[in-house]
């Protein structure tokens, strides 16, 4: 799913169908389930918006900045050389120059090229 507040265009969230709070509490399946999720958005990401950088990355409790209580997910974050400004610093605004809409319609095609699923 997409981050409605991206840190940049076409930041992903990667979450398990079912209701977990840590990658604890996942079976074996559901962990391989998952990690391949990852892989995929990560080839996605990389041909629609052929970022120079990805993070990929787990904040397990709020305390870790988890934003979604008692739901793992796992962010993939394309990232651009000088992409950090003074904005999200002194001006806490970050200028999104595509629409989520946009970076979905992007995302899912590479995905639907290549028989995953985008639900």
Known sequence: MLNR???SVGHLLISPRGHV???LELDNDGYICLMNSVRAAVRAVRQAFDPHGINVGVNLGSAAGAGVPGHVHIHVVPRWNGDTNFMPVIGQTQIISTSLDEAWDRISTVLDTEGNQTQ
Do not use: E, F, L
Request: net charge negative; charged share 15%; aromatic share 34%.
């Open 5 to 7: 507040y991206p840190y």
């Open 21 to 23: 709070a840590d990658v």
